[in-house]
């Protein structure tokens, strides 16, 4: 006869749940919550920028969604993602698996590559037709963020430019 209780006796869920839970403290020192209040202010921020911008659209006619719908959609979901922000890690803290890692010069190097590719993205919106800079623009951002194979710098950017233009163009009939 052995010590352990029988498997009867053995309250499974609870040993499952103890087995797997494990109460991790969490990040509150200054600096981490900082770095979530400057997301958070620039995510509150530009949802109330972008709220206001869109009073100025004018509205032509009635469409079931209208011009303004989007853009105030965008506006009121990053507000509310900013607000979630606020509740889930500024007042409450970060697990420390959370807390990112600090700032280097490659990842300076990215952001700099993939903010040179969406501003060239926009200035090019009216240039070129909508699916070629959609296709291209895809591409660089899939390289510049580490894809390198021909799966993800080709294809990824040629199926999805192929649903944006079937969504867009297409479906809801949006002259791009």
Same mark, same amino acid.
């Given at each position: 006869?052995?010590?352990?209780?029988?498997?009867?006796?053995?309250?499974?869920?609870?040993?499952?749940?103890?087995?797997?839970?494990?109460?991790?403290?969490?990040?509150?020192?200054?600096?981490?919550?900082?770095? +979530? %209040?400057?997301? &958070?202010?620039?995510?509150?921020? @530009? $949802?109330?920028?972008?709220?206001?911008? #869109?009073?100025? =659209?004018?509205?032509?006619?009635?469409? +079931? %969604?209208?011009? &303004?719908?989007?853009?105030?959609? @965008? $506006?009121?979901?990053?507000?509310?993602? #900013?607000?979630? =922000?606020?509740?889930?890690?500024?007042?409450?803290?970060?697990?420390?698996?959370?807390?990112?890692?600090?700032?280097?010069?490659?990842?300076?190097?990215?952001?700099?590559?993939?903010?040179?590719?969406?501003?060239?993205?926009?200035?090019?919106?009216?240039?070129?037709?909508?699916?070629?800079?959609?296709?291209?623009a895809l591409a660089l951002f899939t390289l510049v963020l580490g894809g390198r194979?021909?799966?993800?710098?080709?294809?990824?950017?040629?199926?999805?430019?192929?649903?944006?233009?079937?969504?867009?163009?297409?479906?809801?009939?949006?002259?791009?």
């Amino acid at each position: 006869m052995t010590d352990q209780p029988s498997i009867d006796e053995i309250d499974q869920d609870a040993a499952i749940e103890a087995a797997h839970h494990h109460e991790e403290p969490l990040v509150r020192d200054l600096p981490v919550r900082l770095r +979530e %209040l400057v997301a &958070v202010v620039t995510c509150i921020g @530009l $949802g109330i920028w972008i709220l206001v911008a #869109g009073k100025d =659209i004018i509205v032509r006619g009635s469409a +079931e %969604l209208g011009p &303004v719908f989007w853009p105030n959609m @965008l $506006g009121a979901g990053l507000i509310l993602f #900013g607000v979630v =922000i606020v509740l889930n890690n500024v007042l409450r803290g970060v697990r420390k698996a959370d807390v990112p890692e600090r700032i280097t010069t490659s990842g300076l190097v990215m952001f700099g590559m993939a903010m040179a590719v969406a501003i060239g993205y926009l200035l090019l919106w009216n240039v070129l037709q909508f699916w070629i800079i959609t296709f291209v623009a895809l591409a660089l951002f899939t390289l510049v963020l580490g894809g390198r194979s021909w799966k993800a710098v080709l294809a990824f950017p040629a199926v999805t430019t192929a649903v944006l233009h079937f969504l867009f163009i297409v479906a809801l009939r949006v002259p791009l």
